[in-house]
């Protein structure tokens, strides 16, 4: 079975830019998380939906960032405009419930804004 | 805020040693994942823990879940340069809707 799948991979843009993380998540799972990794920080929930519904952005860290769910297989993440401080790693993650079931990962967008 | 300290950050080690890793919490976790995540992967799902002094193998690793349920630890006899990663404990948050990370013990096996 497929996995979560994230794209791109990579993205190097400027500062300024607008940037579009996607991701499809599993079919059949009903939760949706995006985080962020830094060294610093750690791995960080910013948003995550339930049914194509966001039910809680607090992670999110300034009106830059943006998520939508159009459909149940596929979400975006958006930074505009985006800053250097916002290199990171970028994973999305899907799971049939938020508690004991696991949570799948795709393998991330590492984002550099120079 | 219920936040997870892992210790240690770093772990160096040749491969056939064995290590413990820990994870702690001021609060009790209802329960307790622990993920390895490899270089440019995303984190991957190795065991959970819920009762209070559960132990879980697997393979070389053991799990154990402390008595209070506010403490955890990995345990992996005879390391091998497999094992090498990001190694990352989680519990579900109080409200019941999303994993907590703790920011990860970083393990380098040699050979």
């Known amino acids: 079975d497929a996995g979560v799948i994230q794209s791109p991979r990579h993205e190097v843009t400027e500062m300024g830019q607008e940037v579009t993380l996607r991701c499809k998540p599993i079919s059949g799972h009903d939760y949706l998380f995006w985080y962020r990794q830094t060294m610093m920080r750690g791995l960080e929930l910013l948003i995550y939906f339930n049914n194509n519904v966001p039910i809680d952005d607090s992670g999110m860290p300034e009106d830059r960032f943006s998520a939508k769910m159009p459909n149940a297989s596929f979400s975006t993440l958006k930074i505009q405009p985006s800053e250097p401080r916002d290199s990171a790693v970028y994973f999305c993650?899907?799971?049939?419930?938020?508690?004991?079931?696991?949570?799948?990962f795709g393998d991330g967008t590492r984002l550099s804004i120079l | 805020t219920q936040l997870l300290e892992q210790s240690p950050q770093f772990l160096s080690i040749q491969e056939g040693e064995n290590l413990t890793v820990y994870c702690n919490s001021s609060?009790?976790?209802?329960?307790l994942q622990w993920y390895r995540q490899e270089p440019g992967e995303g984190p991957v799902l190795l065991v959970t823990v819920v009762t209070g002094g559960e132990v879980k193998k697997l393979k070389r690793l053991t799990f154990q879940f402390g008595d209070a349920r506010k403490d955890s630890s990995l345990h992996i006899t005879a390391a091998q340069p497999g094992d090498t990663g990001l190694y990352l404990c989680?519990?579900?948050?109080?409200?019941?809707?999303?994993?907590?990370f703790g920011k990860g013990t970083t393990l380098s096996v040699s050979s």
């Open positions: 989680a519990s579900i948050n109080q409200a019941g809707t999303a994993l907590i």
């Open positions: 993650a899907s799971s049939l419930s938020p508690g004991s079931q696991p949570q799948h």
């Open positions: 609060s009790v976790f209802s329960s």
